[in-house]
T-cell receptor, first 109, second 115 residues
């Protein structure tokens, strides 16, 4: 069974924030939330991960709810190059990833 | 650029043949994982090697096998190819042993087509 649920697709206007939701209601205490993205015809790219605190790096912010049952990846100023499939993954180890089908984010001009 | 390279980029084989795919990890990365990505789906974990020993396997039959070498290169071998083996094969490397919250660095993949 899938550990995460994501919308199949989302659209965002260039320059606006893209907020990608992920539900992981069965997450256990030692599981991290990872986000990767895959631009067409390329390998997946690591974005960010977190356990229970909100995290921010140069690419994105990760907001995890207090009960840890859901999270949101935020791309603050989306560009056309952010068009990709975004995967939310819940794992204890970051080295064996179980990918779902992800969310196709399309950034429109 | 992740520093992870794969060869060849594309490959066409026929059913029953054998294939070897190659990956070159970043220097210092002791863990390499292989994934299979069918069209329209997310990558599926095949297996992982840590310092030349298999260190975990997904739900794939024994005809999928691998090797990891001391020079940070690795191979994925698939015997008795089937049509359903047509997919993008991805390798990913990371610095530490399995169990850590390692960032995975993926290569661009090898597109295998089985006819």
């Amino acid at each position: 069974d899938a550990k995460t649920t994501q919308p199949t697709s989302m659209d965002c206007a260039e320059g606006r924030a893209a907020n990608l939701p992920c539900n992981h209601s069965t997450i256990s205490g030692n599981e991290y939330v990872y986000w990767y993205r895959q631009i067409h015809s390329q390998g997946p790219q690591y974005i960010i991960h977190g356990l229970k605190n909100n995290e921010t790096n140069e690419m994105a912010s990760l907001i995890i709810t207090e009960d840890r049952k859901s999270s949101t990846l935020i791309l603050p100023h989306a560009t056309l190059r952010d068009t990709a499939v975004y995967y939310c993954i819940v794992e204890t180890s970051g080295s064996r990833l179980t990918f779902g089908e992800g969310t196709q984010l399309t950034v429109n001009p | 650029e992740t520093g992870v390279t794969q060869s060849p980029t594309h490959l066409i084989k026929t059913r029953g043949q054998q294939v070897t795919l190659r990956c070159s990890s970043q220097s210092g990365h002791n863990t390499v994982s292989w994934y299979q990505q069918a069209l329209g789906q997310g990558p599926q974990f095949i297996f992982q090697y840590y310092r030349e020993e298999e260190n975990g396997r997904g739900n794939f039959p024994p005809r999928f096998s691998g090797l990891q070498f001391p020079n940070y290169s690795s191979e994925l071998n698939v015997n008795a190819l089937e049509l359903d083996d047509s997919a993008l094969y991805l390798c990913a490397s990371s610095p530490g042993p399995s169990g850590l919250t390692d960032t995975q660095y993926f290569g661009p993949g090898t597109r295998l087509t089985v006819l």
